[in-house]
């Protein structure tokens, strides 16, 4: 695991770096302390020879040497050798009287010439009787009998007094070891758990989450880093925060816009392409980071796109989306460059509506034009002949009744021209009572009864109980069932049954108007709730209508919330029903 080698390796490192401080400074110490430790031993050898040789002068003249060497050699701790001028030896405290007296000349023994030369001599070399390593200190004594006081100590016990020191030195140095492990591991730790500190907020970040509050990291170099780190860390988040709000808020732009948006990068790969493009161009989901000449086949929108990747603006295009060969679209590119080129942009605008408002206007006033200029046209010929004065009095009488139907036409139509124009802008309000249906229909007939009488026809009326009240604008509703009515009239035969029904279903009542005349041809029953639209375009048998009066019922009964729709009766005549939502269709009250 990662922190686990980190603490582990840092701990190493200390521990190697205090081991190797320790070891170096245990083995220079033990050095030193060797050398002086021997310096030492030697120094105190020689201050016991010259104490030694003190003793051996102060000795009486007849002194029994072999007595004073061990008396000596014990007081000072060592092995003394009483030699004479001529180098034989005195007394040996080491040795017994026999042993002295075969042992052989010493003049002869470095320590002895160099103390006979100098006044002091020293060696260290194996014993010849005692074969051990020994120091020797010779230091004259200057008297006729005892020339030269010798002293003698084994190595082995200098040695042993190293061996002490080293032995105190290496305890001390497993001593420091453990002292600079456990500092070290303690250490360690507390890096070790920063550094696991650092790390965790690492993975935070890396996993997306900046959530946490800045953590306090310390102030040394480690919590510098770690600090810095973190600020940019922090900063990179709230950028990235503010991207991805920036592009939410962009996608639900996008989203929203009626308009198509597609955008290409400099390689002509789609990057966006919001619902409405994609429904436009018939893009599915895997379009995005296709190349456009791959992902749409359309030749308009390739050829736009290519201009606009290569920085010109192309002029605008109309075309038909793929599929929907009965739209239009208007098609804008542009390059996108911020500095640099960065791709380009294609906006697309559905204007099959617009075109058909257009066309709809054009028709209205074509149509307007039209129906107006029969009438006027026909006033005019009649206003010419009757200024002619040559006719007989029938005649102009006539003359003077067609001028009076062609003015009341024109009236009609006007005056259909103008409610229209007010119920397009909105200008007739809603005046909702509960209105009577049996007795609106029955004003109906009564208001029509010339032409019905005229016609012979035979109006019935029919209303359910619960039906009998609907809450509505009393005098649009009559204008509805009048029309309904008289349309009834104009296109059945005399003599023919005009009924008027109403019923209640679905929480709705619903007037009906049925004739017992033609009919409506199947394709036009839709139609004819629009302006100026008449089954038989001939006009050549002119009921006198203006072609208004089914668009002026459908608005009215819009208004109301309703709806209304034309069918033809199986066995023969049409059908119109009013449907209104009505929260009440219970008795008339008072
Ligand atoms: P108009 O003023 O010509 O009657 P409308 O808008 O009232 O205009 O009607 C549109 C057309 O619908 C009429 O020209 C007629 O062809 C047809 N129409 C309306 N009512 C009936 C009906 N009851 N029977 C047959 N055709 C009808």
Redesign the pocket.
């Known amino acids: 695991m990662a922190r686990a080698t980190f603490r582990a390796k840092l701990f190493l490192a200390a521990l190697a770096t205090a081991a190797l401080a320790l070891v170096v400074a245990s083995a220079l110490f033990a050095g030193l302390m060797r050398a002086r430790t021997n310096a030492r031993i030697e120094s105190t050898l020689v201050a016991e020879a010259h104490l030694a040789v003190e003793l051996v002068k102060a000795a009486p003249a007849a002194a029994r040497w072999q007595d004073e060497a061990v008396r000596v050699g014990t007081a000072v701790g060592a092995r003394v050798t009483l030699v004479a001028p001529d180098g034989h030896v005195v007394a040996d405290s080491a040795e017994t009287p026999e042993a002295v007296a075969t042992m052989e000349n010493h003049g002869t023994r470095p320590e002895i010439v160099e103390a006979r030369e100098s006044g002091f001599g020293a060696a260290r070399r194996p014993s010849d009787t005692l074969r051990v390593d020994m120091l020797y200190v010779a230091v004259p004594a200057s008297r006729p009998d005892v020339a030269i006081v010798r002293l003698a100590l084994p190595l082995t016990s200098v040695e042993q007094q190293i061996r002490d020191v080293l032995r105190v030195t290496a305890l001390a140095l497993v001593v420091a070891l453990a002292g600079a492990a456990l500092i070290a591991w303690a250490l360690s730790g507390r890096i070790g758990a920063r550094v696991r500190a650092i790390a965790a907020a690492a993975r935070r970040y890396q996993a997306g989450d900046f959530s946490a509050p800045r953590a306090d990291f310390g102030d040394d170099e480690l919590g510098t880093v770690a600090t810095a780190l973190d600020g940019s860390v922090h900063e990179l988040g709230r950028r990235l925060t503010e991207i991805a709000r920036d592009r939410a808020r962009m996608t639900a732009m996008l989203g929203s816009m009626t308009e198509g948006v597609v955008v290409v990068d400099t390689a002509g790969e789609l990057q966006v392409a919001n619902d409405a493009a994609r429904r436009m161009l018939d893009l599915d989901e895997a379009a995005i980071g296709r190349h456009y000449l791959e992902a749409t086949r359309h030749p308009a929108i390739r050829e736009l796109l290519s201009e606009a990747v290569d920085g010109r603006v192309p002029a605008s295009r109309e075309l038909a989306p793929p599929r929907h060969p009965d739209r239009t679209l208007v098609a804008y590119a542009a390059p996108v460059a911020a500095g640099r080129p960065l791709g380009a942009v294609l906006v697309l605008h559905d204007v099959t509506e617009t075109k058909r408002i257009d066309r709809m206007r054009r028709d209205f006033v074509a149509n307007v034009s039209h129906e107006l200029r029969t009438p006027l046209t026909a006033i005019r010929g009649y206003v010419e002949a009757l200024s002619a004065d040559d006719g007989l009095p029938e005649e102009r009488q006539r003359f003077l009744e067609i001028i009076a139907r062609n003015a009341t036409r024109m009236e009609r139509l006007v005056s259909d021209l103008l409610r229209l124009a007010r119920l397009d802008a909105g200008q007739e309000t809603l005046a909702i009572t509960r209105v009577d249906v049996a007795a609106l229909a029955g004003t109906v007939v009564a208001d029509l009864s010339p032409v019905l009488d005229d016609r012979d026809q035979h109006v019935t009326i029919d209303v359910a109980p619960e039906a009998a009240v609907v809450e509505a604008d009393e005098s649009k509703l009559r204008d509805v069932v009048r ?1 309904l009515v008289a ?2 009239s ?3 035969p005399e003599g023919t049954t005009v009924r008027i029904a109403a019923r209640r279903e679905d929480g709705c009542v619903s007037i009906v108007v049925s ?1 017992e ?4 041809p199947e394709g ?1 029953l839709t139609r ?1 709730f629009e302006r100026f ?4 375009k001939s006009r050549a048998r002119d ?1 006198g ?7 002026i019922v459908k608005h009215l009964v819009e208004l109301h919330g309703g709806t209304i729709r034309a069918e033809n009766i199986p066995t023969g005549g ?1 059908r ?1 029903t009013v449907s209104l939502r009505n929260a009440d269709g219970g008795q008339v009250r008072g």
């Open positions: 029309n349309n009834a104009t296109y059945a004739d005349g033609p009919g409506i036009d004819i639209y008449r089954v038989d009921p209508g203006t072609g208004l009066g089914l668009a049409a119109f």
